[in-house]
């Protein structure tokens, strides 16, 4: 069986590795860089320039706190691009080299499925067969019906280069205006958050949205809840913002403003007229729509060359982790305790008094899992912690086998770590919803 891959972000890439591994003879298409949105536009550029950010804090702030004076750190934007460039570029060697050696071809040029079985290179004219074809094409930056919306910058844009100036507004309290946030603020600049919905991270457990609001305000963030951003004006070569926040009238002006709204599901003309996505046609990653998190894409690309290899997909699809880059970072993997409609556990335990944590100098945030009153099976994790996107990973893996609290609590965690916490969050059960 001969399959085709358009698109080489983590949905792409890991199908095509995933599909050669089980004997295929299969062809990758890509018209711009290897990686995707992850890797090129997502979140490794972005959680290296929050390195930066971090190491910065460290020299300025952490140091003092130990008795290291360092009187003055200078910070050269231009380098802390360049390696970020370079990490990328490093990454995207080694996704290359993973698909020599698998044995993939790789085909720059932009591919449009003219007909079932069958893709064209646009650039060459060149025609490729196939009997099955994966589709992840990614997605672009989306964009508010905002006047003046063409005078912010983009995610992309901040990820490019360095943004102008000291004060910066930006539109949206998601996962990626809340990280961004912390990175501008971390430099020096004043920061102000505008989100439309009453909760920065609304997707996310309620205690994690008012932790992490806490946490901004605490860094110098300004946040704006129930703020709907009606304009945007060059003024005085910088830009004014006019909104209403909680039915109030407001204006204030910044030297830059950045929209980060999300991305939408990219498609654009892959599919030629007369052509739709069938069994022998599937999209997968962003493009596929719905979840859009590289791990998710990825899983989800492996899931489909499974089913066509005549296997039983072994990746659970509904347990999926989502994490925040902030500091402490946050985390998060099943059910939300605000849609526990059954009888449930929850216990909670706040993270200063985690020996690690304090070395690390966080004193804020929590563990928090919840389970089923009757069971006492783990059906919901929520992490507001140092290492709280690696210890995210140890409670999925108990909600994808049915694990109970006790069977968790049974198990050692080491001391001093930050993961303790969930042993002593469990030891905290005794509240029941």
């Known amino acids: 069986m001969k399959i085709l891959v358009i698109g080489a972000g983590p949905a792409g890439y890991v199908g095509a590795l995933k599909a050669a591994k089980l004997g295929f003879e299969v062809t990758l298409v ?7 949105t992850c890797l090129n536009r997502g979140c ?27 009187p003055e750190a200078n910070v050269d934007f231009e380098k802390v691009y360049a390696q970020k460039n370079a990490i990328v ?11 020599k050696n698998a044995g993939v071809e790789v085909i720059y040029g932009t591919a449009q499925v003219v007909e079932e079985g069958k ?9 490729i067969n196939a009997d099955k074809i994966l589709v992840c094409t990614g997605s672009v930056t989306a964009r508010l019906p905002i006047e003046g919306i063409e005078n912010a910058l983009s995610s992309d844009d901040v990820l490019s280069a360095p943004v102008p100036g000291k004060s910066i507004a930006i539109i949206g309290g998601g996962v990626i205006g809340v990280e961004l946030s912390l990175f501008f603020v971390r430099f020096g ?20 949205s008012k932790q992490l609001l806490m946490q901004l305000k605490r860094a110098g963030v300004k946040v704006q809840l129930q703020a709907a951003v009606s304009k945007i004006s060059p003024i005085d070569g910088g830009f004014d913002i006019d909104a209403v926040i909680k039915e109030k009238p407001h204006t204030a002006h910044y030297d830059s403003v950045i929209a980060c709204v999300g991305r939408k599901p990219y498609r654009g003309d892959v599919l030629a007229s007369g052509v739709e996505e069938s069994e022998n046609i599937a ?37 999926v982790p989502q994490c925040i880059y902030t500091s402490p970072e946050a985390a998060s993997v099943g059910k939300r305790e605000q849609d526990c409609t059954e009888p449930v556990k929850i216990g909670m335990y706040r993270i200063n008094g985690n020996g690690k ?15 089923d009153a009757a069971s006492g099976k783990v059906t919901g994790a929520h992490i507001v912690a140092p290492h709280a996107t690696d210890i995210i990973g140890e409670l999925a893996v108990a909600i994808a086998n049915g694990l109970t609290t006790d069977e968790i609590g049974s198990v050692i965690h080491a001391h001093p770590t930050v993961s303790e916490s969930i042993i002593e969050s469990i030891n905290n059960l005794i509240n029941e919803k």
Not at 30 to 36: D, I, V
Not at 285 to 308: C, N, R, T
Not at 357 to 371: C, D, P, Q, T, Y
Request: hydrophobic letters at 50%; glycine letters at 8%.
């Open 30 to 36: 890509e018209k711009a860089s290897l990686g995707g």
């Open 44 to 70: 490794i550029p972005t959680k290296s320039l929050l390195q930066a950010a971090s190491v910065y804090e460290n020299i300025m702030v952490q140091s003092k706190v130990w008795g290291i004076d360092v």
């Open 89 to 99: 570029e490093q990454l995207q060697k080694g996704i290359a080299m993973l698909l």
């Open 119 to 127: 893709v064209r290179i646009q650039e060459s004219g060149d025609e």
């Open 189 to 208: 600049c004043e920061v102000t958050i505008y989100e439309f919905q009453n909760a920065l991270v609304a997707m996310m457990d309620t205690d994690i």
């Open 283 to 319: 999209f997968a990653g962003d493009a596929a729509g719905g979840i859009q998190l590289a791990h998710f894409a990825s899983a989800q690309a492996v899931s489909i060359i499974e089913k066509w290899a005549g296997l039983e997909p072994k990746c659970r699809m509904d347990i």
């Open 357 to 371: 944590a304090l070395i690390m100098g966080e004193n804020s945030g929590f563990v928090k899992i919840i389970s």
